[in-house]
């Protein structure tokens, strides 16, 4: 089974600063197989990117993904309030079929 | 808009059994792979299952902490999804969301309906 692994654990920002999280996996994931999702309090998750790189329908540009083999990135280059969320990423495989990191939490510095 | 809204959810206790339902619209039910994914509370995100489009043979797929336990239905008739939960323990205390499924991702989610198991 594949294990992804997300960093930092919690990354404390302001508005208008970069974030970047990392997804790790234990081992080698199709660049295919590598999804992002958002998630706000009391909401469902939404997916942002899919194919490590591609944004979902309606997702603003600020959103990019990036990486291959085991090491992922998501990044938003000027943060926004509503930014502020926990993320996972999520790869499928044969068995389980979807794994998902245990999620970064992006907080207001 | 596409559309799902689960229901269903609710207190049972341990050992009981549950039948969630997942009403789909705004595409094609008949077409669609659906899974369930469920969210402890305050924790991450667990796939549960997954139901191919009858026209791909209808297939169903489990996580390993439900398998034999959990099945997953559909009805496209009346675009709905299900996830009949029997056995149940503390630990499938959880929201459950139904999820379509896109090539390897899970492109558009419900609300969720929460189960809890308690004695």
């Known amino acids: 089974e594949i294990v992804l692994t997300q960093s930092p654990g919690t990354l404390s920002l302001s508005p208008g600063e970069r974030a970047t999280l990392s997804c790790r996996a234990s081992q080698s994931v199709s660049s295919s197989y590598l999804a992002w999702y958002q998630q706000k309090p009391g909401q469902a998750p939404r997916l942002l990117i899919y194919?490590?790189?591609s944004r979902a329908t309606g997702i603003p540009d600020r959103f990019s993904g990036s990486g291959s083999g085991t090491d992922f990135t998501l990044t938003i280059s000027r943060l926004e309030p509503e930014d502020f969320a926990v993320y996972y990423c999520q790869q499928y495989d044969s068995s389980p079929m979807y794994t998902f990191g245990q999620g970064t939490k992006l907080e207001i510095k | 808009e596409v559309q799902l809204v689960e229901s269903g959810g609710g207190l049972v206790k341990p050992g009981g059994s549950l039948r969630l339902s997942c009403a789909g619209s705004g595409f094609t039910f008949s077409n669609a792979w659906m899974s369930w994914v469920r969210q402890a509370p305050g924790k991450g995100l667990e796939w549960v299952g997954r139901v191919k489009s009858k026209a791909d043979g209808g297939a169903t797929d489990y996580a390993a902490p439900v398998k034999g336990r959990f099945t997953i239905s559909r009805d496209d008739s009346r675009n709905t999804l299900y996830l009949q939960m029997n056995s149940l323990k503390t630990e499938d205390t959880a929201m459950y969301y139904c999820?379509?499924?896109?090539?390897?991702?899970?492109?558009?989610w419900g609300q969720g309906t929460l189960v809890t198991v308690s004695s």
């Open positions: 194919g490590a790189s």
């Open positions: 999820t379509t499924n896109h090539l390897w991702h899970l492109r558009y």
